[in-house]
């Protein structure tokens, strides 16, 4: 089997043993099942050694498909990292970038640049992948990786591009029906919008010692920070929002922050973009560049909290 054949097929492989599933990998390259089956077929073939257990209900790796996968994806990330260094030498901006961020975060800041990104690098092409998972750049081949929040020591090459901490906030018709909380204790008397996860440490329950919540009513409880902050937009109660989610609609007036005496202000982390190779390649800086003037400095979400606290504003229709 040609080297080249044999890469294409090692690619497959390591898709196929993280999805478990030959229709999945087909629907993300456009392929049909079939068609990844055999090419599964053809490495088995050119091992001698089957890599799968094969069932109707999933698929397994077997004992040196494990062993494969281990070495195909260090393979697969020295051989991208390898052309991306190549391509990074020439000052042409082209090629795929494979790019991990939060949904919420991609609908308002990544996915607003991509337009203008493709009229200046015709020959650029973007996959976003959308997920609240931790996503590795060296396991998963992503060129780069958005994270919100504090992060872990680790090998990756990282860039703050942005502010990130929790704010409460409401709809103004919410206030007016129900009224403000000075103090924690207040809480217990209002309706909160919370992630659904509760256990989380971005939840209502954090807040203080989380003894206020125990007779706290949630009436809202959702794992889409999207839908948390249209129902507080529509007066549904009081949400715990990041800022980046939540600051535009603060300077527009949509949305009140709020600030309780008894508890201490959100602890600021940030926002990053990791990556794995030491030396960006043409694409990555030209993504980055373009998200980091679409976001400004400081954040444009902080810049609309900063307005709203100087002066009143009035919702906007």
């Not at 391509?87 to 990544?110: K, M, T």
């Not at 009224?179 to 939840?203: M, W």
Request: with cysteine; glycine share 6%; aromatic share 6%.
């Amino acid at each position: 089997m040609k080297a080249a054949k044999f890469a294409e097929n090692l690619s497959i492989f390591v898709d196929v043993a993280q999805a478990q599933s030959f229709s999945e990998v087909a629907r993300r390259r456009g392929l049909v099942a079939s068609s990844v089956a055999r090419q599964i077929d053809a490495l088995e073939a050119e091992l001698q050694v089957p890599l799968f257990v094969r069932s109707t209900r999933a698929l397994v790796p077997t004992e040196a498909g494990e062993v494969l996968y281990e070495r195909a994806v260090k393979i697969l990330h020295d051989m991208t990292e390898a052309r991306s260094e190549v391509i990074s030498l020439e000052q042409h901006v082209q090629g795929l970038l494979r790019v991990s961020c939060l949904p919420a975060f991609a609908r308002r800041y990544v996915v607003p640049i991509l337009g203008r990104l493709g009229e200046l690098h015709p020959q650029l092409q973007v996959e976003l992948a959308l997920t609240e998972r931790v996503v590795d750049p060296v396991v998963e081949r992503m060129d780069v990786v958005v994270r919100v929040g504090q992060q872990p020591d680790s090998s990756l090459i990282g860039q703050r591009i942005g502010s990130h901490r929790y704010l409460m906030c409401a709809a103004p018709s919410y206030l007016e029906r129900h009224g403000t909380p000075r103090q924690l204790s207040d809480l217990a008397r209002h309706r909160l919008i919370d992630r659904r996860h509760s256990t989380s440490v971005r939840g209502w329950r954090e807040i203080g010692d989380g003894s206020w919540a125990e007779h706290a009513r949630f009436v809202l409880e959702c794992d889409d920070c999207d839908a948390r902050r249209q129902a507080a937009l529509d007066g549904l109660g009081i949400a715990l929002m990041p800022n980046w989610s939540a600051g535009p609609e603060i300077g527009r007036g949509n949305l009140r922050q709020l600030a309780l005496k008894d508890c201490a202000p959100p602890a600021d982390s940030g926002i990053y973009l990791l990556r794995a190779m030491p030396r960006a390649s043409a694409r990555i800086r030209a993504f980055t560049d373009a998200l980091r003037r679409h976001i400004g400095s400081p954040s444009v979400w902080d810049v609309a909290i900063d307005t709203a606290a100087s002066g009143p504003a009035q919702p906007s229709p």
